[in-house]
């Protein structure tokens, strides 16, 4: 049973030990996933204890290794906390570091290790990590246990936790710890949410644009298909376009919106207009204090320009922009935002043009993605491919070369996949099985493995979902 009392206790003592730290005048560092929610909740973190004066850093990491863990034990800290990583790591934590770190974290955790004293994990506190708990919320309620006027930083959870694909509620609304963050951000004027069509970029995306870029849920013969839209729109007699611009989703009135959704309908094939209509309704998060037509103002679009960032080596703009930083940083990340979006569909465009990549067996697609997707578009370019209606009752699972000697490994469960499987648990066991380390969520898990490794490694993953 989920004690979100218990959890909050636990972020009382942990920021009192902080704090004790910080008045000793002890050097910190947080250390944190490049991801939406990893940014957010670093950032969190970090503002919670830079507003008391701490001597702070923040760096973030594509994921943790025992390298990285032997590098960041010898680096000048006293003290370490690690947000959205590490539980799959604790025992080289421990080790490595002595009692000189804390973890604060929602992904699975090994049964033998959620009692470790150093962390804080949702799944500890009977609190499912993969829907109602992400580490931007977590994050979140450490700061609000360092100090009740950090408030202000609980709309940046809503970011975390809907980037982090946990609107798992009734029509795609937050629960558990997300849903408390959510409502300290309403209480402080910070959120308003309501009810409408999530299509993609809704604030700031061209109508035809946002219709097309939408992938959840797959609509065949509209997404990805941006010029048909727009013609279908035109040939309506929608007005697309305002004086000189585009016009965006959320200036529409209720009935252009009805409207629009009658163009879409009939332009999807093979299926069932209403069901999609259905999906494609839901709960919006919008921030009223941010510049409409910026890629803030939703926080579904917030977390993708978050991603944006972490996936390409621009993660200092992200928590800057995540901190306060209104002006250069979200100009510079804007552009970021634009080239991760052309560099995710070429690398689309690149493994539909060699479909031998693809391998079925099974249940199971497999993906060699080396030398086409790199590593960091992996995570992304996995989801996408998982969600279409070709694959989506596969789990996939796609490779790429992380460097000379290993694999990078990302893996999703298809949404109409009947069959239990959590892919946490199957991600850490197959990579252990081969000598690499991997894990994560139910519905979505990663891993590193050594590439000469491979061919082993799809064999236990194949053989356990032929089980
Ligand atoms: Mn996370």
């Known amino acids: 049973l989920a004690d979100f009392e218990a959890l909050l206790e636990k972020f009382r003592q942990l920021a009192g030990d902080v704090l004790n730290l910080v008045s000793l005048g002890k050097k ?278 978050l991603n944006a960032c972490g996936r390409s080596g621009a993660t200092a703009i992200g928590m800057s922009v995540c901190l306060g930083d209104r002006g250069p940083a979200l100009a510079e990340g804007m552009k970021v935002l634009s080239d991760y979006r052309s560099n995710i569909s070429k690398a689309l465009q690149g493994l539909s043009a060699e479909p031998a990549r693809l391998e079925v067996r099974g249940r199971l697609l497999l993906v060699r993605a080396e030398d086409i997707v790199s590593e960091s578009l992996l995570g992304p370019v996995t989801s996408i491919m998982s969600s279409a209606p070709e694959h989506k009752d596969k789990v996939l699972v796609a490779r790429t070369r992380a460097n000379e000697s290993d694999f990078k490994i990302s893996s999703r469960v298809g949404d109409s996949f009947t069959g239990d499987v959590n892919l946490g648990h199957l991600m850490g066991e197959a990579a252990q099985s081969v000598g690499g380390v991997g894990g994560g969520h139910n519905m979505a898990a990663g891993a590193k493995i050594p590439a000469r490794a491979a061919d082993a490694f799809f064999k236990f993953v194949a053989d356990r979902l032929a089980q």
């Open 28 to 305: 910190i560092l947080i250390v944190t996933h490049i991801d939406a929610d990893g940014l957010v909740s670093g950032s969190v973190a970090f503002g919670a204890l830079a507003r008391r004066k701490a001597d702070v850093a923040v760096r973030t990491v594509p994921d943790l290794d025992e390298r990285t863990i032997a590098e960041i034990a010898t680096a000048p800290y006293d003290f370490v906390i690690f947000t959205d990583l590490a539980s799959s790591l604790l025992r080289e934590l421990e080790s490595a570091m002595g009692g000189r770190y804390a973890v604060i974290d929602h992904h699975q955790i090994p049964e033998g290790d959620r009692d470790l004293p150093q962390v804080v994990n949702a799944w500890r506190y009977g609190i499912d990590g993969g829907s109602d708990a992400c580490s931007s919320s977590m994050s979140y309620f450490f700061a609000k246990a360092v100090d009740s006027s950090n408030r202000d930083l609980s709309y940046l959870a809503v970011v975390g936790a809907l980037a982090d694909r946990q609107d798992s509620g009734e029509g795609r609304s937050l629960t558990g710890l997300n849903k408390m963050a959510a409502d300290d951000a309403k209480t402080a004027g910070l959120l308003l949410e309501s009810k409408d069509l999530l299509f993609t970029g809704r604030e700031t995306r061209p109508v035809h644009d946002a219709v097309a870029l939408t992938s959840t849920p797959y609509m065949e013969g509209v997404t990805g298909n941006r010029d048909a839209v727009l013609s279908a729109l035109i040939q309506a007699g929608f007005r697309v376009r305002e004086t000189g611009r585009w016009r965006t989703f959320s200036e529409l009135s209720e009935d252009e919106k009805r409207s629009l959704v009658e163009v879409v309908a009939s332009m999807i094939t093979g299926g069932d207009g209403a069901k999609w209509l259905s999906e494609l309704v839901g709960e919006t998060y919008t921030f009223p204090a941010e510049d409409p037509f910026t890629s803030l103002r939703d926080a579904r679009e917030f977390g993708t320009f």
